[in-house]
């Protein structure tokens, strides 16, 4: 059983920046791949990014490629999101996910909600023009 905690979410202007934080108990978190989604008012949730167990594989969506960056340290079982240039596009209730069981690499499949088998409750983040 692995439970996770978001942090780090706040109002900022655009332009600004952001760091969320993913804190993870239980022993299967640094063995697989972690995700990043967002879910804003109005849309279904949507991938943001993705990293494999080791952190030397991630996936982004196109919407947030060259401004967000996903990385994890194992060691402190907890996965980030550095968030740069933020826009208010960019607002909404960002969730992480976690894999516990299956195949332990990252795939393609992890754009997909439906892969993760653990989730935090989300960490508002609220951009302002």
């Known amino acids: 059983q692995v439970q996770l905690v978001e942090s780090g979410g706040g109002l900022v202007q655009a332009g600004g920046s952001l760091r969320l934080s993913c804190a993870a108990s239980g022993r299967t978190f640094s063995s697989y791949p972690v995700g990043w989604f967002r879910h804003a008012p109005g849309k279904e949730r949507e991938f943001v990014a993705a990293?494999?167990?080791?952190?030397?594989?991630?996936y982004y969506a196109d919407s947030v490629k060259g401004r967000f960056t996903i990385s994890r340290d194992n060691a402190k079982n907890t996965a980030y999101l550095q968030m740069d240039s933020l826009k208010p596009e960019d607002t909404a209730v960002y969730c992480c996910?976690?894999?516990?069981?299956?195949?332990?690499?990252?795939?393609?499949?992890?754009?997909?909600?439906?892969?993760?088998?653990?989730w935090g409750q989300g960490t508002q983040v609220t951009v302002s023009s």
């Open positions: 996910g976690s894999k516990g069981r299956g195949s332990k690499f990252l795939t393609l499949e992890a754009f997909y909600e439906n892969e993760y088998d653990y």
């Open positions: 990293i494999s167990w080791s952190g030397g594989k991630q």
